[in-house]
């Protein structure tokens, strides 16, 4: 994934910049920078934030940069923002998104005349890099961000740094959010609404699906409308949004002790366990919503233990994130011994982690450990957006398990298996019950999450479970 944020200031603007791209760590750990414009020139600083916080690499540029209009971004993909001249004049741009169809775009900016595409380390083209060159095939910014809207396969939603002020385009699909905070002489532009707020912003405006904005330090003026469609990213929600945000006016937590509640009333009112936990971070207000429908104590029979390694998935190989993340958890001996737990997830991706902590649960003592992930079971690997590391729908455990009991896997067979009223669903999740050595194991069903959300569900994308475009 990967959060960008922007600020139009009639006065300096990088201290929201540097603090309003800070706010958005929670979405990558590979990449930050930051574009600034100011008396008359252009200033750009991208670092690799793999082993250090965005503000450690950054606090030399926070007093060396100057100017009133800037954008930043944290990703876990490719370096940006990236700094543009082209015949539409000199800006930067960055991006969050996935581009399904990026051979086929490269081939179409050749055909409409771009010469060459810069190759990154790995030999790829940087696709924010190719997003620019899409834009330039117009004859004006807003024309050729709506080309981009049009000829991208998967998501795109971005900030244009010009001289005079900043664009954002929110995705036409809307999967992921963009929206605009407003204070006296400036507004912002961000991923995440809650990441302008200790910054004196108050909200503004939130972008509708595909709709592009013009912002500057006096006015936000829509110069593209949004479209009627929306299928907004679900998993915002359920994982990977920030517990202080809000998107299309639902709180993140708000909507996670409301699917923890669900769950604990499909369960009857709750399992017959001693302590209901949560993986933390994300599974935590689950279980909060659990636990307080079921009247079972909550408790945290583990803390992990962050101030060295924030985040389980920093590290390259995967083989060192399971290390790591099972380091991270400090076990609190009186609350697992000969105790009956039942944990909560956010999602059950691999499933390496969650049976490496159950052991770890079960080696400290406890008696049962009763699973109870937060969403249903992940069926298709995303088309839209890069919120796990997953490179093949092989990586799902749920894959693994179809694809060893099918002669052949067809749309059918996956929809069976999506089913949670189906013979093959209920054998799946005993197979994966088997497998990672849980007591229990009880998904979330998909209408009892959505439910949780309290949206339109059509507005929802569900592919990742369904397969529902």
Same mark, same amino acid.
């Given at each position: 994934?990967?959060?960008?944020?922007?600020?139009?200031?009639?006065?300096?603007?990088?201290?929201?910049?540097?603090?309003?791209?800070?706010?958005?760590?929670?979405?990558?750990?590979?990449?930050?920078?930051?574009?600034?414009?100011?008396?008359?020139?252009?200033?750009?600083?991208?670092?690799?934030?793999?082993?250090?916080?965005?503000?450690?690499?950054?606090?030399?540029?926070?007093?060396?940069?100057?100017?009133?209009?800037?954008?930043?971004?944290?990703?876990?993909?490719?370096?940006?923002?990236?700094?543009?001249?082209?015949?539409?004049?000199?800006?930067?741009?960055?991006?969050?998104?996935?581009?399904?169809?990026?051979?086929?775009?490269? *081939?179409?900016?050749?055909?409409?005349?771009?010469?060459?595409?810069?190759?990154?380390?790995?030999?790829?083209?940087?696709?924010?890099?190719?997003?620019?060159?899409?834009?330039? *095939?117009?004859?004006?910014?807003?024309?050729?961000?709506?080309?981009?809207?049009?000829?991208?396969?998967?998501?795109?939603?971005?900030?244009?740094?010009?001289?005079?002020?900043?664009? +954002?385009?929110?995705?036409?699909?809307?999967?992921?959010?963009?929206?605009?905070?407003?204070?006296?002489?400036?507004?912002?532009?961000?991923?995440?609404?809650?990441?302008?707020?200790?910054?004196?912003?108050?909200?503004?405006?939130?972008?509708?699906?595909?709709?592009?904005?013009?912002?500057?330090?006096?006015?936000?003026?829509?110069?593209?409308?949004?479209?009627?469609?929306?299928?907004?990213?679900?998993?915002?929600?359920?994982?990977?949004?920030?517990?202080?945000?809000?998107?299309?006016?639902?709180?993140?937590?708000?909507?996670?002790?409301?699917?923890?509640?669900?769950?604990?009333?499909?369960?009857?009112?709750?399992?017959?366990?001693?302590?209901?936990? +949560?993986?933390?971070?994300?599974?935590?207000?689950?279980?909060?919503?659990?636990?307080?429908?079921?009247?079972?104590?909550?408790?945290?029979?583990?803390?992990?233990?962050?101030?060295?390694?924030?985040?389980?998935?920093?590290?390259?190989? *995967?083989?060192?994130?399971?290390?790591?993340?099972?380091?991270?958890?400090?076990?609190?001996?009186?609350?697992?011994?000969?105790?009956?737990?039942?944990?909560?997830?956010?999602?059950?991706?691999?499933?390496? *982690?969650?049976?490496?902590?159950?052991?770890?649960?079960?080696?400290?003592?406890?008696?049962?450990?009763?699973?109870?992930?937060?969403?249903?079971?992940?069926?298709?690997?995303?088309?839209?957006?890069?919120?796990?590391?997953?490179?093949?729908?092989?990586?799902?455990?749920?894959?693994?398990?179809?694809?060893?009991?099918?002669?052949?896997?067809?749309?059918?067979?996956?929809?069976?298996?999506?089913?949670?009223?189906?013979?093959?669903?209920?054998?799946?999740?005993?197979?994966?019950?088997?497998?990672?050595?849980?007591?229990?194991?009880?998904?979330?069903?998909?209408?009892?999450?959505?439910?949780?959300?309290?949206?339109?569900?059509?507005?929802?994308?569900?592919?990742?479970?369904?397969?529902?475009?």
């Amino acid at each position: 994934m990967g959060g960008i944020f922007g600020v139009a200031a009639k006065d300096e603007c990088v201290f929201d910049l540097y603090f309003g791209t800070d706010y958005h760590s929670h979405l990558g750990t590979k990449r930050g920078g930051m574009a600034v414009y100011g008396s008359g020139h252009f200033d750009l600083a991208i670092h690799n934030i793999e082993n250090s916080p965005f503000r450690t690499k950054f606090e030399e540029h926070f007093n060396e940069m100057h100017g009133n209009l800037g954008i930043g971004c944290i990703s876990d993909a490719e370096p940006q923002p990236l700094m543009v001249r082209s015949h539409l004049g000199q800006f930067s741009i960055t991006t969050v998104g996935k581009i399904n169809n990026l051979d086929e775009l490269v *081939q179409l900016t050749y055909k409409n005349g771009n010469s060459h595409f810069l190759e990154t380390s790995s030999g790829d083209i940087n696709p924010t890099e190719l997003v620019a060159a899409i834009i330039n *095939q117009k004859d004006s910014l807003v024309e050729g961000m709506r080309y981009a809207q049009e000829v991208i396969d998967g998501s795109m939603t971005l900030i244009l740094l010009t001289k005079d002020g900043l664009y +954002g385009m929110r995705d036409k699909m809307g999967r992921t959010p963009l929206v605009v905070g407003k204070k006296r002489g400036a507004y912002c532009i961000s991923f995440e609404s809650f990441a302008y707020l200790n910054l004196g912003y108050k909200n503004y405006k939130e972008l509708g699906p595909g709709e592009i904005v013009l912002v500057t330090p006096e006015s936000c003026e829509t110069v593209s409308p949004a479209r009627d469609e929306m299928k907004i990213c679900t998993f915002l929600w359920v994982y990977y949004g920030y517990p202080t945000s809000s998107y299309e006016g639902v709180g993140v937590e708000e909507m996670r002790y409301n699917c923890g509640r669900l769950m604990a009333e499909r369960d009857g009112g709750g399992a017959d366990v001693d302590i209901i936990a +949560g993986v933390p971070d994300s599974g935590t207000p689950h279980a909060i919503g659990y636990a307080n429908k079921s009247g079972v104590p909550f408790a945290r029979p583990f803390i992990k233990y962050t101030p060295t390694w924030p985040r389980s998935f920093m590290p390259t190989k *995967q083989s060192q994130r399971n290390l790591i993340a099972k380091m991270k958890l400090i076990p609190v001996d009186s609350l697992i011994k000969n105790k009956r737990l039942l944990l909560i997830d956010d999602s059950i991706v691999r499933g390496t *982690q969650l049976r490496e902590t159950t052991e770890f649960l079960y080696s400290s003592g406890a008696k049962e450990v009763h699973i109870r992930p937060a969403c249903p079971p992940l069926v298709h690997a995303c088309k839209y957006l890069n919120f796990s590391r997953t490179n093949s729908e092989m990586d799902l455990i749920t894959r693994r398990i179809i694809e060893k009991r099918e002669k052949e896997v067809t749309p059918e067979i996956l929809d069976e298996y999506a089913d949670p009223e189906s013979k093959r669903y209920k054998e799946m999740v005993e197979e994966i019950r088997k497998e990672l050595n849980f007591t229990s194991l009880q998904f979330n069903r998909l209408d009892d999450m959505l439910k949780a959300v309290g949206i339109s569900p059509c507005k929802l994308c569900t592919y990742c479970w369904n397969g529902k475009e």
